[in-house]
């Protein structure tokens, strides 16, 4: 078999049914990949849906609440030579598999990053962070840069075997160090493909997205702790509270500006608007880090 596909799931069921309908619908051999949906613990009707699709199968794993951990056990089951994976929260195109496969025609490459498209916002938050870029490849920032986020990467199978599996202790940042363990201390390059794309659905809500970058502030610690960088992501003022008594005032001025400025084009209290949650995210990022739990050290081979 060339392809398995492994989906996290996690309470999914409001876009679960659209991103399985994408992956069971390839323009690609049925007998040639599997889908594994691995639900992480659902309270919600995720696993009804994924058991309505007969082409689809269930793994649980209901003993750790990551979403590492549950792609560690779709790995652990997987029968393809390569190992895709996308998000119960995303879209593929249904040349997918097949624009994948031809990145992995070059014997030197190990894992494929795709590029990550924002599906049509139909929320003020959604828009938000469609207008700042999030999770785009292009705008992601240094380290980062350069390696597959989840939501659209592919990997040999046998990386796993040689450098072992994902972080399964991470709440975010995990594709991440896997990839730079990739870089590390496998022979493989990683190859960065845009026009390999997956549509997106962001988070629908403030409440939901500022719980999202809750998790990137206490990954983004949790990855200076394990030391995967050779610099540390840490911010130039330990402090979340001072900071964000500077940042504000910088909010502040750049809404004045705003205002005031003859030459801006655009809904002018709509980009004021984006600036606060620019100011929320960034200031939930620092203090998620300041107050993020101390992790235990991890053998990715165990």
């Known amino acids: 078999m060339n392809f398995s596909i492994i989906i996290p799931v996690f309470n999914a069921e409001r876009t679960l049914k659209a991103c399985l309908t994408s992956v ?22 995720s696993i009804k849906i994924i058991q309505s699709f007969k082409k ?12 590492y951990a549950a792609r560690n056990a779709g790995i652990q089951v997987a029968d393809g030579k390569l190992l895709a994976f996308t998000d119960a929260d995303c879209i593929v195109c249904a040349d997918w598999l097949l624009q994948l496969e031809q990145a992995f025609e070059d014997p030197s490459v190990g894992g494929v990053a795709g590029q990550i498209l924002p599906a049509e916002p139909k929320t003020f938050i959604e828009r938000y962070q469609v207008s700042r870029r999030v999770l785009n490849l292009e705008t ?22 040689e450098i072992g599996l994902f972080h399964e202790q991470l709440m975010s940042c995990g594709d991440f160090e896997l990839g730079q363990r990739i870089k590390n201390h496998s022979k493989y390059k990683i190859k960065v493909q845009l026009d390999i794309a997956v549509l997106h659905h962001h988070r ?18 949790h990855i200076d702790e394990l030391k995967i960088f050779p610099k540390p992501l840490s911010y130039p003022c330990r402090n979340p509270w ?18 005031l400025s003859p030459f801006f084009k655009g809904p002018r209290l709509r980009e004021i608007s984006f600036l606060c949650l620019d100011f929320l995210t960034e200031l939930t990022m ?3 880090y300041a107050c993020a739990p ?7 081979k165990n």
């Open 204 to 221: 629908i809500s403030l409440p939901a997205m500022i719980g999202q970058y809750t998790r990137y502030g206490i990954g983004r610690k």
């Open 56 to 67: 689809v199968r269930l793994i649980l794993e209901h003993n750790r609440q990551s979403s």
């Open 286 to 288: 620092r203090i998620a």
């Open 294 to 300: 101390k992790i235990e050290p991890f053998n990715p």
């Open 242 to 259: 001072l900071y964000g008594s500077l940042y504000f005032f910088k909010y502040l001025w750049s809404s004045a500006r705003i205002l």
């Open 140 to 161: 992601m920032p240094f380290p980062f840069k350069g390696f597959p986020v989840t939501a659209n990467a592919a990997y040999r199978s046998e990386i796993f075997t």
């Open 24 to 45: 069971t619908n390839l323009d690609y051999p049925a007998d040639q990949y599997e889908i594994i949906c691995v639900d992480n613990g659902s309270t919600d009707v």
